[in-house]
């Protein structure tokens, strides 16, 4: 199953809900694409919505840091949510889950960036 994005806009948050594959090929190009296209749009709070990947390969995660610097260099923050098991013990083993916000509640994690904008 190759990955399917949808995004939606909540207080201000750009919430991309992604299920599927995060691999080498369609699935990083697909990510890449989407995070790029919202920051030329002007979007710069970004939440990804992990709850529904099945599978993320080191591609995947070599995406995740990409667009994650992408957003950063822009100004903006890009936060990940509802991180299962596999792909948060994958951020643990790579060290990378300190680099990331990760938050298992939307709602909180959409008032972060609120905090974060006024601190």
Known sequence: MSMKATTR????????DISG???LGEGCSQL???IR???AKGHKNLLLNLTDVTYIDSSGIGELVSGFT???NQGGQMKLLNL?????DLLQITKLLTVFDVHDDEAKAIASFQKSANA
Do not use: M, Q
């Not at 806009?9 to 991309?16: D, L, P, Q, R």
């Not at 299962?84 to 948060?88: G, P, R, S």
């Open 84 to 88: 299962t098991k596999k792909v948060k």
């Open 37 to 39: 296209g919202l920051l």
């Open 32 to 34: 890449r694409e989407l």
């Open 70 to 72: 992408a957003v950063s």
């Open 21 to 23: 594959r995060i691999t």
């Open 9 to 16: 806009e909540v207080n201000g948050v750009i919430v991309i």
